[in-house]
Nanobody, 115 residues
Framework: QVQLMESGGGLVQAEGSLRLSCAASRSIFSINVMGWYRQAPGKQRELVAA???????NYADSVKGRFTISRDNAKNTVYLQMNSLKPEDTAKYYC?????????WGQGTQVTVSS
């Protein structure tokens, strides 16, 4: 079992930056994939970025070049650095952890980008 706690969301102006953190209740060393998803009102939840245990990453096309995902196994934490934010990035951002047999979700943190 893993509990995930997101933090770092808030209100920011367009072109600003935020860093989201996802703290896990136990070691993430053995967790295959950690990811960030987002869901805007009236839209489906979508993958923003993911990072695997060996460090490979993938990003949604809409955030490539602006967002960076990273993981600190020693701190059991995954980060999402978001730069050059746009109003269309406004959403609730969720942390996700996936092993071979289970998936866990955090409660989410709201990111609002004003124009």
């Amino acid at each position: 079992q893993v509990q995930l706690m997101e933090s770092g969301g808030g209100l920011v102006q367009a072109e600003g930056s935020l860093r989201l953190s996802c703290a896990a209740s136990r070691s993430i060393f053995s967790i295959n994939v950690m990811g960030w998803y987002r869901q805007a009102p009236g839209k489906q939840r979508e993958l923003v970025a993911a990072i695997r245990s060996k460090g490979s990453t993938n990003y949604a096309d809409s955030v490539k070049g602006r967002f960076t995902i990273s993981r600190d196994n020693a701190k059991n934490t995954v980060y999402l650095q978001m730069n050059s934010l746009k109003p269309e990035d406004t959403a609730k951002y969720y942390c996700n952890a996936a092993s071979t047999s289970s998936i866990w979700w955090g409660q989410g943190t709201q990111v609002t980008v004003s124009s």
